[in-house]
């Protein structure tokens, strides 16, 4: 609802409500990066006093210590960073007693009377729109009325300021009401239209409540949490994501339910970082669907390390690959070190094929766990030399410049050249380094190369595994960016659909889709769906410790639902394939 009127054509500023109030008044607004700051004044025996309530004054909080003071300071120093900052000066005390007190005090701070960046404004009780002309250049005012104004008195205006409580009583959780939405946004459309800045006083103070201001056109928003609403406001165009990356949705046949096939193939999809809040992004951004979502055996895993709470992409593949959880950043060992079997190398000896497809290098934590064996994901020269003697089949991924070329793979150099090939140990390599992401122009590479990968292991004839890795779902998770985790994950979505398809074409396979981990601690406060639009948040740059889904289709995917430890992910392909 609230991004109907999205715009980011101007950011909203902050406005320091009560800012007397906070631990350091003034100091701690301007640092935090707000544009106006609020002061309460009391004038009283011919002094200005700051206090919310009369009975609060004290002789030492006086507009002048606490303001004027500190503001002759900052511009003496150069510290006042913003273009231009507002004091808005509300008079709890007769208007004009006490303004022209204002402005005899202000008159004594020649440096601050001669400047234009700072701004003192009238607020509360105040002279009539008539008066305002009589009073000194630095002397602006704050107008509380919808009441129209001559050019000369709107010169005087700087902000013009309306009670929020007079159009809705919204507590700023969830949306306003369908009678309430058109009256504030119509107010605020009737007061921008006098062409200065426009403030609410007297709204909810949280997140919901910052972003429905800022995105309906709200020039100052008031909070008591300035440093909070300035860094929230400031990155919202950056959180925010209209999505134009889309998976087209496959209905799968689920014609395994009718036929008991054993497994003979399985592919393994691993979103990198992909937890539920990453896959509710790219469900909201895609019209409500993703192929993922058509599937019906869903399970749940717990993604702990030996040795730490939360795990990393090396201890999460490891436990995926080898069946035993170890420390992070250790690839196929265990938590002492020592070198364990993986699929590829078990599956190997039993007569399977096996591939990975990653849109990482092929040196990074999550293939490498399905082939190598060191101590620490760093170890790429040592991990490329495992490559060298690994028993894969297949591979696809970034990363050429890592490898020796004295592998034993020939080389297919389109992914059209990978599903027809006769070699019996092939790789293509998407680019030297790493691999572009979809917003940098990947386009539909990563489901191209899966299905050719697919059908160069079917034409194999005989039965394969294969892993296959959406790696930079996490890269958007460390980033923060909300965009990189969408359309990463939309691309993983066509991946899925191309492992879906395969599977009702070729009974017998085996199809899961996880997550190593959730990355960023992402959630979806606000979102459009008509617009493929969302608002994401985070709560770290860094991997989190929360359950991640698990989707299966095919032949012995009802072994895969319930809750239980990512370790188990081995287990349970092992005893599909009535190995265990």
């Not at 900052?74 to 913003?82: F, P």
């Not at 009539?128 to 630095?138: G, T, V």
């Not at 949705?249 to 999809?269: A, D, E, M, R, T």
């Not at 849109?359 to 030399?385: C, L, N, W």
Request: charged share 25%; aromatic share 10%.
């Amino acid at each position: 609802m609230f991004f109907a009127a999205t715009t980011f054509a101007q950011t909203a500023k902050i406005h320091s409500h009560n800012d007397y109030e906070q631990k350091v008044p003034f100091w701690y607004a301007l640092g935090s990066g707000a544009h106006s700051i609020e002061a309460d004044v009391f004038l009283e025996n011919s002094e200005l006093f700051v206090a919310h309530n009369q009975k609060d004054i004290t002789k030492e909080r006086t507009f002048e210590s606490l303001y004027l003071n500190p503001i002759d300071k900052a511009l003496s120093m150069n510290m006042i960073k913003q273009e231009s900052l507002q004091i808005l000066i509300d008079i709890k005390t007769d208007a004009k007693t006490t303004l022209a007190q204002i402005v005899k005090i202000i008159q004594k701070y020649p440096q601050i009377t001669a400047q234009k960046k700072v701004k003192f404004v009238i607020s509360g009780n105040q002279p009539h729109p008539e008066e305002y002309n009589s009073y000194p250049d630095f002397i602006l005012f704050d107008y509380q009325k919808l009441d129209d104004l001559t050019a000369a008195q709107l010169e005087k205006v700087a902000l013009l300021s309306l009670n929020f409580k007079q159009y809705s009583v919204w507590n700023g959780k969830g949306g306003l009401t369908e009678d309430d939405l058109p009256k504030v946004t119509e107010v605020i459309k009737k007061a921008k239209s006098f062409g200065k800045p426009f403030r609410f006083w007297a709204i909810p103070d949280g997140k919901t409540s910052w972003e429905f201001f800022a995105h309906n056109g709200v020039d100052f928003i008031n909070t008591d949490h300035p440093k909070e609403c300035v860094e929230y406001v400031e990155n919202l165009k950056h959180r925010t994501f209209t999505n134009a990356v889309f998976s087209e949705v496959y209905q799968p046949k689920f014609s395994y339910l009718k036929k008991n096939v054993p497994v003979k193939n399985v592919i393994l999809l691993i979103g990198d970082g992909n937890g539920l809040s990453q896959i509710s992004s790219s469900v909201l951004t895609n019209k409500g669907q993703l192929t993922l979502t058509q599937l019906k055996n869903i399970g749940l895993i717990k993604t702990t390390a030996a040795d730490n709470f939360t795990t990393d992409s090396a201890a999460g593949a490891t436990a995926f690959a080898t069946g035993k959880k170890t420390k992070n950043r250790f690839i196929g060992v265990d938590a002492e070190g020592k070198k364990i079997p993986n699929l590829t190398e078990i599956l190997s000896e039993k007569g399977f094929n096996t591939g990975v497809i990653t849109t990482d290098e092929i040196v990074g934590a999550t293939p490498s766990a399905f082939y190598a064996h060191q101590k620490d994901r760093g170890m790429e020269k040592e991990i490329a030399e495992d490559l060298l003697t690994s028993k894969l089949t297949f591979f696809a991924s970034g990363g050429k410049s890592k490898i020796s070329p004295k592998h034993q793979f020939s080389i297919a150099n389109q992914p059209e050249e990978i599903g027809g090939n006769k070699a019996d140990k092939l790789a293509y390599f998407m680019s030297d380094n790493g691999v572009p992401q979809v917003l940098k122009g990947r386009g539909n590479l990563l489901s191209n190369v899966v299905e050719n990968g697919l059908t160069f292991l079917k034409n194999k004839k005989k039965p394969f595994f294969m892993m296959i890795e959406a790696a930079q779902i996490d890269s958007g998770g460390h980033s923060n960016n909300v965009g990189t985790i969408v359309t990463e994950g939309i691309d993983f979505d066509r991946a899925i659909t191309k492992a879906i398809q395969f599977a009702d074409h070729n009974p017998g396979t085996l199809v899961v889709i996880t997550a190593d981990h959730e990355t960023g601690g992402f959630s979806i406060p606000h979102g459009d769906m008509k617009t493929s639009t969302i608002e994401g948040d985070f709560t770290t740059d860094d991997h989190s410790a929360t359950l991640i889904p698990v989707f299966s289709y095919g032949s012995g995917s009802e072994n895969f639902t319930g809750v239980y430890e990512n370790n188990e992910i081995f287990h349970k392909i092992l005893k599909a394939l009535r190995f265990k």
